[in-house]
């Protein structure tokens, strides 16, 4: 009986300790597009990605060039052109117009792209010192400020400042 008692005594024991435990969990939140926008690399990053940019603009501009050119070519000889002639220039100017099009929207693609291949590293660094961060003190779960649609921030501890230390971040 006495063994049966004890079993029971720390049964509740082990039970009230889980469900304080339970209750006392911490939760955070960062701001990881603050941390971003501030850590050192963030500028080579963006001079990367305006490179990118600027060179698929070039491309596109040349397209647009080239287009104008027989756009205008094609205006100023219409009265001169069989109309067999005209409506083979015509589908020369409609296909320039479509791969200009598609263009874009590729371009568009690439770009997102690019910024997600070099994001990935910086937003790696970002995750790893969330982690840690949490393990040091004992955080639950972590969240990211920038996708939640409501939260309490007495409820929840700003992590942000941690993690921006344990990056080096001023």
Do not use: H, W
Not at 2 to 22: P, Q, Y
Not at 130 to 155: G, H, M, Q, R
Request: glycine share 2%.
């Amino acid at each position: 009986m006495r063994k049966l008692i004890k079993t029971l005594v720390a049964f509740c024991g082990v039970f009230m300790l889980s469900a304080v435990g339970a209750s006392a969990q911490k939760f955070g939140y960062v701001d990881a597009q603050q941390i971003l926008m501030q850590m050192p690399d963030v500028d080579s990053l963006q001079s990367k990605l305006q490179s990118f940019f600027t060179d698929l603009n070039n491309q596109l501009e040349t397209m647009q060039v080239e287009y104008n050119k027989k756009l205008e070519e094609y205006q100023k000889s219409t009265t001169t052109l069989s109309d067999a002639v005209k409506r083979d220039r015509e589908r020369e100017l409609q296909g320039l117009l479509q791969r200009i099009q598609e263009f874009q929207q590729q371009a568009q693609l690439d770009i997102q792209a690019k910024e997600q291949e070099l994001t990935k590293p910086l937003m790696d660094r970002i995750s790893e010192a969330i982690t840690k961060v949490s393990k040091s003190n004992n955080i639950a779960a972590v969240f990211n400020v920038n996708v939640l649609e409501y939260f309490d921030p007495a409820v929840l501890i700003d992590l942000t400042p941690l993690v921006k230390t344990e990056l080096n971040i001023k």
